[in-house]
């Protein structure tokens, strides 16, 4: 079992940057490849990052790469999203996952409760 708890989000203007933190528990945690999906008002839930249980390999969306990074710390249990030049289109509630390196969600069987990110123009 792995328990996931998000934080960092928060309200920021076009143009800034906000760095997502996920905090993982449970021993298995390093066997599984993390991911960050997020879900605006409306509309379904899409795929933003992940990152392989070693962190050699990352997948990211094309609405992101280039402005997002996402990173993992093994030995702190934590999984993060560094956001730069954050777009309106980029708000949304952001979500934490933890399965098998890919870009579908049912590839991942463990997620956070989400932490909300607004920018504003």
């Known amino acids: 079992q792995v328990q996931l708890v998000e934080s960092g989000g928060g309200l920021v203007q076009a143009g800034g940057s906000l760095r997502l933190s996920c905090a993982a528990s449970g021993r298995t945690f390093s066997r599984y490849a993390m991911g960050w999906f997020r879900q605006a008002p409306g509309k379904e839930r899409e795929f933003v990052a992940a990152?392989?249980?070693?962190?050699?390999?990352?997948l990211y969306a094309d609405s992101v790469k280039g402005r997002f990074t996402i990173s993992r710390d093994i030995t702190k249990n934590t999984a993060n999203l560094q956001m730069n030049s954050l777009k309106p289109e980029d708000t949304a509630v952001y979500y934490c996952?933890?399965?098998?390196?890919?870009?579908?969600?049912?590839?991942?069987?463990?997620w956070g409760q989400g932490t909300q990110v607004t920018v504003s123009s």
């Open positions: 996952a933890a399965g098998r390196i890919a870009s579908s969600a049912k590839q991942f069987d463990y």
């Open positions: 990152v392989s249980w070693g962190g050699g390999s990352t």
